[in-house]
Protein backbone atom coordinates (compact mmCIF):
# COMPACT_ATOMS: atom_id res chain seq x y z
CA UNK A 1 0.00 0.00 0.00
CA UNK A 2 1.84 3.45 -0.99
CA UNK A 3 1.35 6.25 1.66
CA UNK A 4 -0.12 9.64 0.44
CA UNK A 5 0.05 12.90 2.97
CA UNK A 6 -3.44 14.57 3.60
CA UNK A 7 -3.01 17.86 4.02
CA UNK A 8 -2.87 21.71 2.52
CA UNK A 9 -0.13 22.72 4.56
CA UNK A 10 3.50 22.97 2.85
CA UNK A 11 5.27 22.55 6.17
CA UNK A 12 4.17 19.43 6.56
CA UNK A 13 4.48 18.15 3.86
CA UNK A 14 8.19 19.01 3.68
CA UNK A 15 8.69 17.73 6.98
CA UNK A 16 7.50 14.28 6.12
CA UNK A 17 8.79 14.15 2.40
CA UNK A 18 12.63 14.04 3.96
CA UNK A 19 11.32 10.36 5.62
CA UNK A 20 11.46 9.40 1.62
CA UNK A 21 8.16 7.53 2.02
CA UNK A 22 5.46 9.24 0.32
CA UNK A 23 4.40 8.46 -2.84
CA UNK A 24 1.87 11.51 -3.49
CA UNK A 25 -0.47 13.69 -1.15
CA UNK A 26 -3.76 14.48 -1.20
CA UNK A 27 -5.63 18.22 0.05
CA UNK A 28 -9.46 19.28 0.31
CA UNK A 29 -11.06 22.18 0.75
CA UNK A 30 -11.44 22.53 4.67
CA UNK A 31 -7.88 21.60 4.75
CA UNK A 32 -6.55 24.35 2.12
CA UNK A 33 -9.04 26.88 3.86
CA UNK A 34 -6.86 26.52 7.08
CA UNK A 35 -3.66 27.71 5.55
CA UNK A 36 -2.68 31.19 4.99
CA UNK A 37 -1.41 32.40 1.45
CA UNK A 38 -2.52 31.39 -2.45
CA UNK A 39 -3.78 27.96 -2.59
CA UNK A 40 -2.35 27.62 -5.94
CA UNK A 41 1.14 28.11 -4.25
CA UNK A 42 0.74 25.48 -1.74
CA UNK A 43 -0.84 22.75 -4.48
CA UNK A 44 2.12 23.27 -6.52
CA UNK A 45 4.96 23.39 -3.62
CA UNK A 46 2.83 19.98 -2.61
CA UNK A 47 3.28 18.53 -5.81
CA UNK A 48 7.03 19.90 -6.15
CA UNK A 49 7.92 18.35 -2.83
CA UNK A 50 5.64 14.71 -3.20
CA UNK A 51 6.64 14.36 -7.18
CA UNK A 52 3.64 12.42 -7.24
CA UNK A 53 0.28 12.34 -7.55
CA UNK A 54 -1.57 15.41 -5.55
CA UNK A 55 -5.36 15.72 -5.28
CA UNK A 56 -7.03 18.84 -5.79
CA UNK A 57 -10.59 19.62 -5.30
CA UNK A 58 -13.23 20.98 -7.28
CA UNK A 59 -15.89 22.88 -5.89
CA UNK A 60 -18.78 23.38 -8.31
CA UNK A 61 -21.57 20.92 -8.01
CA UNK A 62 -22.91 21.43 -11.64
CA UNK A 63 -20.95 18.71 -14.19
CA UNK A 64 -19.94 21.32 -17.11
CA UNK A 65 -18.44 23.67 -13.81
CA UNK A 66 -16.59 20.88 -12.02
CA UNK A 67 -15.13 19.79 -15.44
CA UNK A 68 -13.65 23.37 -15.79
CA UNK A 69 -12.25 23.49 -12.47
CA UNK A 70 -10.27 19.94 -13.14
CA UNK A 71 -8.88 21.19 -16.36
CA UNK A 72 -8.10 24.29 -14.54
CA UNK A 73 -6.16 22.63 -11.43
CA UNK A 74 -4.82 20.43 -13.99
CA UNK A 75 -2.61 23.37 -15.22
CA UNK A 76 -0.67 23.98 -11.69
CA UNK A 77 1.55 20.93 -12.21
CA UNK A 78 1.54 17.11 -14.34
CA UNK A 79 1.11 15.91 -10.63
CA UNK A 80 -2.80 17.29 -9.73
CA UNK A 81 -5.05 14.26 -9.82
CA UNK A 82 -9.03 16.12 -10.16
CA UNK A 83 -10.81 15.53 -6.87
CA UNK A 84 -14.18 14.87 -7.43
CA UNK A 85 -17.22 14.87 -4.63
CA UNK A 86 -19.45 11.77 -5.42
CA UNK A 87 -22.74 12.66 -7.25
CA UNK A 88 -24.34 11.71 -10.42
CA UNK A 89 -22.66 15.10 -11.30
CA UNK A 90 -19.40 14.08 -9.67
CA UNK A 91 -19.77 11.14 -12.18
CA UNK A 92 -20.70 12.65 -15.28
CA UNK A 93 -17.58 15.09 -14.88
CA UNK A 94 -15.63 12.18 -13.98
CA UNK A 95 -16.44 9.93 -17.09
CA UNK A 96 -15.70 13.61 -19.40
CA UNK A 97 -12.49 14.25 -17.65
CA UNK A 98 -10.58 10.15 -17.50
CA UNK A 99 -12.17 10.24 -21.67
CA UNK A 100 -10.04 13.44 -22.05
CA UNK A 101 -7.01 12.11 -19.76
CA UNK A 102 -7.17 13.73 -16.81
CA UNK A 103 -6.54 11.31 -13.72
CA UNK A 104 -9.30 11.85 -11.32
CA UNK A 105 -9.92 11.25 -7.51
CA UNK A 106 -13.60 10.54 -6.94
CA UNK A 107 -13.91 11.52 -3.15
CA UNK A 108 -16.69 11.10 -0.20
CA UNK A 109 -17.52 7.45 -0.97
CA UNK A 110 -18.94 5.43 2.10
CA UNK A 111 -20.71 2.39 0.29
CA UNK A 112 -19.33 -0.51 -2.26
CA UNK A 113 -22.10 0.90 -4.72
CA UNK A 114 -20.56 4.07 -4.76
CA UNK A 115 -17.07 2.74 -5.21
CA UNK A 116 -18.85 0.78 -8.50
CA UNK A 117 -20.56 3.63 -9.76
CA UNK A 118 -17.27 5.18 -9.23
CA UNK A 119 -15.04 2.82 -11.30
CA UNK A 120 -17.43 2.78 -14.16
CA UNK A 121 -17.09 6.64 -14.35
CA UNK A 122 -13.37 5.65 -14.85
CA UNK A 123 -11.85 6.82 -11.44
CA UNK A 124 -8.27 6.47 -10.68
CA UNK A 125 -8.82 6.61 -7.23
CA UNK A 126 -12.06 5.86 -5.08
CA UNK A 127 -11.72 7.62 -1.53
CA UNK A 128 -13.44 6.25 1.19
CA UNK A 129 -13.75 7.98 4.34
CA UNK A 130 -12.78 5.84 7.61
CA UNK A 131 -13.14 8.30 10.28
CA UNK A 132 -16.27 9.65 9.16
CA UNK A 133 -17.53 5.98 8.99
CA UNK A 134 -16.26 5.07 12.14
CA UNK A 135 -18.08 8.16 13.63
CA UNK A 136 -22.15 7.02 12.97
CA UNK A 137 -20.80 3.72 14.29
CA UNK A 138 -20.53 1.57 11.61
CA UNK A 139 -17.13 -0.43 11.22
CA UNK A 140 -15.05 1.28 8.46
CA UNK A 141 -12.73 -1.77 8.05
CA UNK A 142 -16.41 -3.90 6.81
CA UNK A 143 -16.88 -1.03 4.57
CA UNK A 144 -13.61 -1.17 2.92
CA UNK A 145 -13.23 -4.62 2.90
CA UNK A 146 -17.02 -4.67 0.66
CA UNK A 147 -15.46 -2.07 -1.42
CA UNK A 148 -12.43 -3.92 -2.26
CA UNK A 149 -14.19 -7.38 -2.59
CA UNK A 150 -16.84 -5.63 -4.88
CA UNK A 151 -14.03 -3.83 -7.36
CA UNK A 152 -11.74 -7.07 -7.56
CA UNK A 153 -13.64 -9.69 -9.53
CA UNK A 154 -14.73 -7.10 -11.95
CA UNK A 155 -10.04 -6.07 -12.83
CA UNK A 156 -10.90 -2.49 -12.62
CA UNK A 157 -7.87 -0.38 -13.11
CA UNK A 158 -9.56 2.04 -9.94
CA UNK A 159 -7.33 1.60 -6.66
CA UNK A 160 -8.93 1.86 -3.33
CA UNK A 161 -8.09 5.24 -1.51
CA UNK A 162 -8.57 4.69 2.36
CA UNK A 163 -9.04 8.64 3.36
CA UNK A 164 -10.30 9.96 6.70
CA UNK A 165 -7.48 8.37 8.94
CA UNK A 166 -7.56 9.03 12.77
CA UNK A 167 -5.25 6.95 14.06
CA UNK A 168 -2.30 4.36 13.43
CA UNK A 169 -4.32 1.74 13.35
CA UNK A 170 -6.37 2.46 10.43
CA UNK A 171 -3.45 2.48 8.39
CA UNK A 172 -2.82 -1.16 9.16
CA UNK A 173 -6.32 -1.98 8.42
CA UNK A 174 -6.27 -0.29 5.80
CA UNK A 175 -3.84 -2.67 4.25
CA UNK A 176 -4.67 -5.53 5.45
CA UNK A 177 -8.30 -4.55 3.74
CA UNK A 178 -6.06 -4.79 0.44
CA UNK A 179 -6.01 -0.53 -0.18
CA UNK A 180 -4.03 0.61 -2.97
CA UNK A 181 -3.25 3.68 -1.24
CA UNK A 182 -3.66 5.11 2.35
CA UNK A 183 -3.87 9.21 2.87
CA UNK A 184 -2.95 10.25 5.95
CA UNK A 185 -2.83 13.36 8.10
CA UNK A 186 0.60 14.44 9.60
CA UNK A 187 0.12 13.60 12.92
CA UNK A 188 -0.91 10.07 12.21
CA UNK A 189 2.28 9.54 10.18
CA UNK A 190 4.45 11.36 13.02
CA UNK A 191 2.32 8.20 15.30
CA UNK A 192 3.21 5.64 13.34
CA UNK A 193 6.46 6.45 14.40
CA UNK A 194 6.40 5.50 17.20
CA UNK A 195 7.01 2.39 19.76
CA UNK A 196 8.75 2.49 23.03
CA UNK A 197 11.24 -0.29 22.01
CA UNK A 198 12.70 1.47 19.46
CA UNK A 199 13.59 4.58 21.29
CA UNK A 200 15.27 2.55 24.24
CA UNK A 201 16.91 0.43 21.84
CA UNK A 202 18.61 3.27 20.11
CA UNK A 203 19.23 4.78 23.48
CA UNK A 204 20.66 1.57 24.60
CA UNK A 205 23.18 1.21 21.30
CA UNK A 206 24.27 4.71 21.80
CA UNK A 207 25.53 4.18 25.45
CA UNK A 208 27.29 0.85 24.50
CA UNK A 209 28.92 2.20 21.61
CA UNK A 210 29.79 5.62 23.99
CA UNK A 211 31.56 2.88 26.85
CA UNK A 212 34.31 2.67 23.76
CA UNK A 213 35.42 6.26 22.13
CA UNK A 214 37.99 3.98 20.25
CA UNK A 215 34.95 2.72 18.57
CA UNK A 216 33.71 6.50 17.68
CA UNK A 217 37.68 7.23 15.92
CA UNK A 218 37.49 3.81 14.07
CA UNK A 219 34.22 4.74 12.34
CA UNK A 220 35.20 8.25 12.16
CA UNK A 221 38.32 7.38 10.03
CA UNK A 222 36.32 4.83 8.02
CA UNK A 223 33.74 7.54 6.84
CA UNK A 224 36.69 9.60 6.06
CA UNK A 225 38.57 7.14 3.93
CA UNK A 226 35.53 5.54 1.81
CA UNK A 227 34.88 9.65 1.26
CA UNK A 228 31.37 8.72 1.57
CA UNK A 229 29.79 11.79 3.51
CA UNK A 230 26.71 12.88 1.23
CA UNK A 231 27.88 10.54 -1.63
CA UNK A 232 25.19 9.00 -3.93
CA UNK A 233 25.13 5.20 -3.52
C1 LIG B 1 -8.90 12.98 1.90
O1 LIG B 1 -8.86 12.83 0.71
C2 LIG B 1 -10.06 13.50 2.66
O2 LIG B 1 -10.40 14.73 2.17
C3 LIG B 1 -9.73 13.55 4.12
O3 LIG B 1 -9.02 12.38 4.48
C4 LIG B 1 -10.92 13.78 5.01
O4 LIG B 1 -10.54 13.60 6.35
P1 LIG B 1 -11.45 14.05 7.58
O5 LIG B 1 -12.63 13.16 7.66
O6 LIG B 1 -10.56 13.91 8.78
O7 LIG B 1 -11.86 15.48 7.32
Known sequence: MRLF????????????????VLSGATTNPSLLAKEEGDPGEAIKRICDLV?????????SRDAKQMVAEGRALRTLSEHIVVKVPF???GLAATRELTQDGHPVNMTLVFSANQALLSAEAGATYISCFMGRVDDMSVDSVAVLEEIVDALRPAGTTSQVLAASLRNPMHAVQAAKAGCEVSTIPYKVLKGMLEHP?????????????????EFATWLEGLVR????????S
Do not use: M, N
Open 5 to 20: IDTGSVKEVEEIAAWG
Open 51 to 59: QGPTSAEVV
Open 87 to 89: SPA
Open 197 to 213: LTTSGIERFEADWQKRP
Open 225 to 232: EAGTVGAA
